[in-house]
């Protein structure tokens, strides 16, 4: 098929390789140019495991070109909108004026029997406002949302081979004719058997914005969990196991740390409690106020647990950041906890040094007052405490008897729960973690 990816972000520039990679002819445009041209020279701009091979290899084949120029569109018969919805300044809400100004300059470029597909996770209702106003502008285009689920880290083959597809289409012929389109699309991992369910426009948008709140929900309920075995002396890694080993609950999502944080679940469970508050079912939704404040306490806690473990003064203390995206595996730094960790010692006197694999140029791009060394040797020299704050691998497998001749004090805090309080402390060194005695 003909395709078109609006928004070539981290969503955007990953669906548009992939969709080539099934074999569709796919031209992805993006309003920054310099992205643009980092893309179509095969860089990606940013880090994604996989996705620089990825479009090495579909370049080659011709079927991927990169545009600035929205016009490019036309031609294709499936549309995919796949650019941002950041929270608003100021308020909890979603703001929709990228995917607005998107919809827009695309009406131009539309043929009759065109289907453009949301991408981008918006509040419950904007398909249904856009249909109206493509059945106003183009009525001869249908409008389907189809909401994303990639993970960042994993976002290749998530895209390849989904969990699972869903379809908001419209009711009627439309509707046939809409899931019919992206059945085309979605052959190959059809084919592999990803379940795929059609729905309406607001089941697809919330299905979305519920998995998102289901996660963060969980997340939190363990951190919640990882306060109270702090106040008992409790180990809450023993408790996740322990509980995670009921099939209802489940292990995954339950390590207790730092909290959560990226260009998704924050904003997303805010700009989900904002519109269920304009729906008037606000109070269904009052403990994702719960969730993101326990969250937020993880922060505040972890700043606390540091100034311990330095000998209650961050006065000049040498504490050395491991990790600053907010999940490893990717460079994003947006709403990172371990960034705001940073941020939040240095403000309160620490002398703060990060390091990470790849995202030191964001973070720096958001906080240029802390240091950023790259290099992890000349990082942790000196330090009077190290926190590891994104658990990569290269982190996780540190050796405590190596990095004693390096440090000032042999002080540790595990942020992510991911290193073996044994070994570190029979190597002398303080661990701290996170809910573990
Ligand atoms: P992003 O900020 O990385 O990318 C958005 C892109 O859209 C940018 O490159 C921007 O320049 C471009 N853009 C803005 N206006 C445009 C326009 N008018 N025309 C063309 N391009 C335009 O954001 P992202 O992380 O890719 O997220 C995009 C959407 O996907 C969001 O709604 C997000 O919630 C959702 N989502 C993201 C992920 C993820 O892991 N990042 C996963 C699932 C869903």
Redesign the pocket.
């Known amino acids: 098929m003909r395709i078109s990816v ?8 990953v669906h548009a390789a992939c969709m080539a990679k099934l074999g569709h002819e796919v031209v992805a ?4 140019e310099r ?1 643009i041209s980092e893309l179509q020279a095969g860089r990606s701009h ?1 880090f994604e495991p996989g996705l620089p091979e990825l479009l090495h290899e579909v370049l080659q084949t011709g079927r991927l070109k990169f545009s600035s120029n ?1 016009a490019d569109a036309r031609g294709s018969q499936v549309h995919f909108l ?5 929270q608003r300044k100021g308020e909890y809400a979603a703001d929709l004026k ?2 607005d ?2 919809f827009s ?1 695309l009406i131009d470029a539309l043929e009759a029997g065109n289907l453009v597909v949301g ?4 509040p419950v209702g904007t398909a249904a406002r856009l249909a109206d106003d493509l059945l106003e502008r183009f009525p001869e285009a249908t409008l389907a949302w189809n ?6 880290g994993f ?1 290749v083959k998530d895209t390849l081979s989904p969990d699972r597809l869903v379809y908001g289409v419209p009711s009627g012929e439309d509707g046939h004719r809409a899931t019919e389109q992206l059945d085309e699309v979605y052959a190959g991992p059809m084919g592999l058997g990803t379940r795929r369910l059609v729905v309406d426009y607001a089941t697809a948008e919330l299905v ?1 914005s519920a998995a998102n709140s289901f996660l963060a929900t969980k997340i939190s309920f363990i951190n919640a969990m990882a306060e109270v075995c702090d106040a008992a002396g409790a180990d809450v890694t023993l408790l996740a196991d322990a509980i995670g080993m009921d099939d209802r609950i489940g292990r995954k999502f339950l390590n207790a740390g730092i909290g959560f944080g ?3 679940l924050p ?2 469970i805010r700009a989900f409690m904002a519109r269920a508050g304009e729906l008037g079912a606000d109070q269904a939704l009052t403990f994702l106020r719960e969730v993101d404040d326990i969250n937020l306490r993880r922060r505040i806690r972890v700043v606390e647990l540091t100034r311990q473990l330095v000998g209650g003064s961050l006065l000049g203390k040498r504490i050395t950041v491991l990790g600053v995206a907010f999940k490893p595996n990717s460079d ?1 730094v ?1 709403d990172s906890p371990a960034l705001s960790i940073a941020a939040q010692l240095q403000l309160q006197g620490a002398d703060v040094t990060v390091t990470d694999p790849e995202a030191l140029s964001n973070a720096k791009g958001r906080f240029p007052e802390l240091t950023y060394e790259p290099d992890f040797n000349a990082a942790v020299t000196k330090a009077n405490a190290l926190l590891v704050l994104t658990e990569w691998d290269q982190y996780r497998s540190l050796s405590p008897a190596d990095l004693a001749s390096q440090v000032t004090s042999k002080n540790i805090l595990d942020g992510r729960n991911v290193l073996d309080p044994v070994q570190w402390r029979a190597a002398g060194w303080t661990y701290q973690g996170i809910g573990r005695p």
């Open positions: 609006i928004g070539c972000g981290y969503l955007g520039a445009i993006d309003v920054d992205k940013f929205i796949c650019v941002g919805t950041p990228y995917v100004a998107a300059s991408k981008s996770t918006v909401p994303e689920f990639l993970r960042e976002a979305k990226g260009g998704c904003k997303d994003d947006r």
